[in-house]
């Protein structure tokens, strides 16, 4: 079955650390996106790309870093610079033709001690 | 930039009434898209309805419909006889059309509807 996968569900790392998270799609998507969610926040993009070797900023890009070097993969990196990392992350893709909404990984929790 | 404002944090319903959910947004697009997802305890986002701008009639998907006011940038939905399970968060999101180059996907804060026996 086509969809999402984010990993792992649940990380925890120490303060000072950066962290990979992982997300993969096999929709044959062209576009790919990163979420934070915080209560009260509803979702925050982070970084977004329309196709493969290219991606922007969104609007809480600092202290985050992406890649898009295959089609199926957009890892976003949280850096030391994120001054508060703990939150729940979404990453997303959708079509850039035909069909235009998004579908959604499961979400990673990051929680750093 | 486009902003989507939803102006209702919290919101309850008694099972099987109807509940309107409001969200406004603000663009200078005249080729845009409208969402609404559904966020249940288990987080996993769920489209609930799509609605394309340059249609003038309002999306239905079953017990789900929607108000799309253009000139007044309004987009509410509503939920006939609710149930239980419609329980959770609700995000109303904003994707600029085709023609242009930025899929940029932007979310309001949602609202979290509670749904009671």
């Known amino acids: 079955d086509g969809g999402i996968t984010q990993s792992p569900k649940y990380l925890f790392r120490k303060e000072g650390q950066n962290v990979t998270l992982s997300c993969e799609q096999n929709?044959?998507?062209?576009?790919m996106y990163w979420y934070r969610q915080d209560p009260g926040q509803g979702l925050r993009l982070i970084y977004y790309?329309?196709?493969?070797?290219?991606?922007q900023k969104g609007d809480i890009a600092e202290g985050y870093s992406v890649s898009r070097e295959k089609k199926e993969s957009f890892p976003l990196t949280v850096t030391s610079a994120q001054k508060n990392p703990t939150a729940f992350y979404l990453c997303?893709?959708?079509?850039?033709?035909?069909?235009?909404?998004?579908?959604f990984g499961q979400g990673t929790r990051l929680t750093v001690v | 930039a486009q902003t989507v404002t939803q102006s209702q944090p919290e919101m309850s319903v008694q099972e099987a009434e109807t509940v309107t959910l409001s969200c406004t947004y603000d663009?200078?697009?005249?080729?845009?898209?409208l969402f609404w997802y559904k966020q249940p305890p288990s987080r996993q986002m769920i489209l609930v309805i799509r609605?394309?701008?340059?249609?003038?009639q309002n999306a239905t998907e079953n017990r789900f419909s929607v108000n799309f006011q253009k000139a007044a940038k309004s987009f509410s939905l509503k939920i006939s006889d609710s149930q239980l399970g419609d329980t959770a968060m609700y995000f109303c999101?904003?994707?600029?059309?085709?023609?242009?180059?930025?899929?940029?996907?932007?979310f309001g804060k949602g609202t979290l509807l509670t749904v009671n026996p």
């Open positions: 663009t200078s697009e005249n080729n845009y898209y």
């Open positions: 609605q394309e701008a340059y249609k003038q």
């Open positions: 997303a893709s959708s079509e850039r033709q035909g069909r235009t909404e998004a579908f």
């Open positions: 999101a904003f994707m600029k059309g085709r023609g242009g180059s930025n899929y940029k996907l932007t």
């Open positions: 790309s329309q196709i493969v070797n290219d991606f």
């Open positions: 929709l044959n998507h062209d576009a």
